[in-house]
């Protein structure tokens, strides 16, 4: 049984860093995505970045390029996504999430997703 869970949110101030970590369980082979996701209230889910494990090569959506690195420690069994510049509107509960379906860090959006971790806020104020 797959299983994923996060860790490393709070509360930072804006231009500050955080580091969110997701471990993984369960997989039988590295032909797998995570994708980090985040959801602020009253908005949809947004498929921040992705991470494809057996070739490590990513995606971002545009309002975190620059500021966000999405790695893997596969002798962890770990993702994580380093947040830099952090900006109020970065504000929101951010999940892991690993697909078996989807080929290509781009397919970055939930409906490829099927085991979610339970989220992590992150809060971006002064």
């Known amino acids: 049984q797959v299983q994923l869970v996060e860790s490393g949110g709070g509360l930072v101030q804006p231009g500050g860093s955080l580091r969110l970590s997701c471990v993984a369980s369960g997989f039988t082979s590295d032909a797998y995505i995570i994708g980090w996701f985040r959801q602020a209230p009253g908005r949809e889910r947004e498929g921040v970045s992705c991470i494809k494990i057996r070739d490590g090569s990513t995606y971002y959506t545009d309002s975190v390029k620059g500021r966000f690195t999405a790695s893997r420690d596969s002798a962890k069994d770990t993702v994580y996504l380093q947040m830099a510049s952090l900006k109020p509107e970065d504000t929101a509960v951010y999940h892991c999430?690993?697909?078996?379906?989807?080929?290509?860090?781009?397919?970055?959006?939930?409906?490829?997703?099927?085991?979610w971790g339970q989220g992590t806020q992150v809060t971006v104020s002064s």
């Open positions: 999430a690993g697909s078996r379906r989807a080929y290509r860090a781009s397919m970055c959006s939930p409906g490829w997703f099927d085991v």
